[in-house]
T-cell receptor, first 114, second 112 residues
């Protein structure tokens, strides 16, 4: 079964700390992987998209890596700020024969404290 | 450029009532999706469409219907609402399978 797991479910860090969020998946036959941010009461905002042929993507203070062989992706946030507080979701697009299927993790709720 | 617009934002239904959740996009994306998000669960795909006139079932389609008569609109219809359909519903769009998804702000539905 193609599954996506995010651990921990919640994380609290002091402002300024660098941090890593984890995403693991059960099948290495993936098309791409996306990291999203969700603020309370809002929709998801796409942060980074990594194609299966890529190893990492960067946007500002964010860096996402992909290791298909181990079934893992990490989202690195540098110099965290209170405005980074949100839930971060990982979604993996798996191959399913002739099509593909996007499977979401349950997210890591991040709180950055002053 | 509004992106993906969902209406209404909130709705309370009684068991057995029906309603349509609206989703409109102005990005000219071919792919449109409906997801539901329940507490502690990942988003689950209800229905999707790869273009006007084409729709297909996702993981949890029972109790829902969709139509896609135009590129811009992808309404989700609930017939005979049940408490199990209490959830937050998100519409999303994408240009292709390998492009980022763009989400609306969701519709919070309660069925009592």
């Amino acid at each position: 079964k193609q599954e996506v797991t995010q651990i921990p479910a919640a994380l609290s860090v002091p402002e300024g700390e660098n941090l890593v969020l984890n995403c693991s998946f059960t099948d290495s036959a993936i098309y791409n992987l996306q990291w999203f941010r969700q603020d309370p009461g809002k929709g998801l905002t796409s942060l980074l998209l990594i194609q299966s042929s890529q190893r990492e993507q960067t946007s500002g203070r964010l860096n996402a890596s992909l290791d298909k062989s181990s079934g893992r992706s990490t989202l690195y946030i540098a110099a965290s700020q209170p405005g980074d507080s949100a839930t971060y979701l990982c979604a993996v697009r798996f191959y399913t024969g002739t099509a593909s299927k996007l499977t979401f993790g349950t997210g890591t709720r991040l709180q950055v404290t002053l | 450029n509004a992106g993906v617009t969902q209406t209404p934002k909130f709705r309370i239904l009684k068991i057995g009532q029906s309603m349509t959740l609206q989703c409109a996009q102005d990005m000219n994306h071919n792919y449109m999706y409906w997801y539901r998000q329940d507490p502690g669960m990942g988003l689950k795909l209800i229905y999707y469409s790869v273009g006007a006139g084409i729709t297909d079932k996702g993981e949890v389609p029972n109790g829902y219907n969709v139509s896609r008569s135009t590129t811009e609109d992808f309404p989700l219809r609930l017939e005979l609402a049940a408490p199990s359909q209490t959830s937050v519903y998100f519409c999303a769009t994408g240009d292709r399978d390998n492009s980022p998804l763009h989400f609306g702000n969701g519709t919070r539905l309660t069925v009592t």
